[in-house]
């Protein structure tokens, strides 16, 4: 598995230089240390900007690595088969996105309003923001070009983005039945608002923050496998050229 990574990794980085990746952390700087650092201290508003900006890192990493694989594609699956096609792929946005990840988690400590001095609240937002990061690149990778479809991307985008506002979306029912409906199809959705939730406070005695942790975990998995099962059963067309 490890060679298959590596040479994943290679191939993107010849491709890319990871340019799209240095945008990502270039316009975090930007937007949330050199503009907004001036005006939020608070610990919540960081581990927020810091979800937002890891999300968007991880489905972008996703979509990326598989559309510049398009026209090898074939190539790599008929020499190291499909399992290891797809969880190669999957470790190596998930590795990629860990780094990212860090670069951001670090930089805000570093540049961190006053009054925040609490270095063990923000060891403990941590977990959270870890498996956010993995349901972002699982999803990242189900709805990539080559286990759905190009055009599912938009798909991520949207579980993604419905995912952050469970809350927000939940209030708009007013009558009993639909509020019912959308508390059994609001689990369709990753659970990544509460994560944020609990990573922005960070208490893990009570219940309701390790049932938040467990469903992350499992969401995770599940979303990881149904796109392995997807993909291994795939009926994969190419042109004339060998490009899906």
């Given amino acids: 598995m490890l060679p298959t990574i590596l040479i994943c990794l290679k191939n993107y980085f010849k491709k890319t230089f990871f340019y799209s990746e240095l945008l990502v952390v270039a316009a975090f700087f930007y937007i949330f240390i050199v503009k907004a650092s001036v005006y939020t201290f608070a610990h919540d508003t960081f581990i927020i900007q810091l979800n937002a900006a890891i999300a968007f890192s991880g489905l972008l990493t996703a979509y990326r690595i598989f559309v510049y694989e398009l ?11 499909r399992t290891k096609y797809y969880f190669s792929r999957l470790i190596t946005v998930c590795l990629i996105n860990i ?19 609490d270095f063990s609240k923000y060891i403990m937002s941590l977990p959270p923001v ?6 972002y690149c699982a999803l990242g990778v189900l709805f990539s070009p080559v286990v759905l479809s190009i055009h599912q991307v938009i798909h991520g985008i949207f579980f993604v983005s419905v995912g952050i506002n469970l809350t927000a979306i939940a209030s708009f029912f007013d009558n009993v039945i639909l509020k019912t409906i959308f508390s059994i199809i609001m689990y369709i959705f990753p659970p990544i608002e509460h994560l944020i939730a609990l990573s922005v406070n ?40 060998g490009i899906i």
Avoid: Q
Avoid at 71 to 81: A, K, L, Q, V
Avoid at 99 to 117: E, Q, R, T, V
Avoid at 130 to 135: A, D, K, S, V
Avoid at 221 to 239: E, P, Q, R, S
């Fill in 130 to 135: 870890l498996i956010n990061n993995f349901i």
């Fill in 71 to 81: 026209p090898e594609t074939m190539t790599f699956i008929n020499s190291s088969g």
């Fill in 99 to 117: 780094i990212i990840l860090a670069i951001f988690y670090i930089s805000l400590y570093i540049y961190k309003g006053d009054s925040i001095n």
């Fill in 202 to 241: 960070p208490v893990f005695s009570g219940k309701d923050a390790m049932i938040t942790m467990i469903w992350g975990v499992l969401y995770t998995f599940i979303v990881i496998f149904a796109g392995y099962y997807i993909f291994k059963n795939k009926d994969i067309h190419t042109n004339d050229k």
